[in-house]
Nanobody, 122 residues
Framework: QVQLVESGGGLVQAGGSLKLSCVVS????????MAWFRQAPGKEREFVAA????????KYSDSVKGRFTISRDNVRNTVYLQMNSLDAEDTAVYYC???????????????WGRGTQVTVSS
């Protein structure tokens, strides 16, 4: 059974940085695309960034492009999200997700972690 566990969230001042991690256990890590999503209070969950499984292509939402970087380590079965220049609009619960084998970065994302809270104080 595939399990995803996020960590690294916390409270940070505006302009600061955080690095999120997501460890994947079970299943086959190295091939399926991975992504980060977020959900702010009162808003729908939104896509943040994705990375392909083998050639490590990346995709970002316009709101984080140039500030966030997604990466993965297929040996450690871990995907990361480096977040820089954070502002209050980035406050949300951040979720790690994985597609089924054979899917593209467009999804569908069938496996989800429980999320980690990121709070940016202004």
């Amino acid at each position: 059974q595939v399990q995803l566990v996020e960590s690294g969230g916390g409270l940070v001042q505006a302009g600061g940085s955080l690095k999120l991690s997501c460890v994947v256990s079970g299943g086959t890590f190295s091939r399926p695309p991975m992504a980060w999503f977020r959900q702010a209070p009162g808003k729908e969950r939104e896509f943040v960034a994705a990375i392909s499984g083998t050639d490590f292509n990346t995709k970002y939402s316009d709101s984080v492009k140039g500030r966030f970087t997604i990466s993965r380590d297929n040996v450690r079965n871990t995907v990361y999200l480096q977040m820089n220049s954070l502002d209050a609009e980035d406050t949300a619960v951040y979720y790690c997700a994985r597609t089924r084998i054979g899917a593209t970065m467009a999804g569908p994302y069938d496996y989800w972690g429980r999320g980690t809270q990121v709070t940016v104080s202004s």
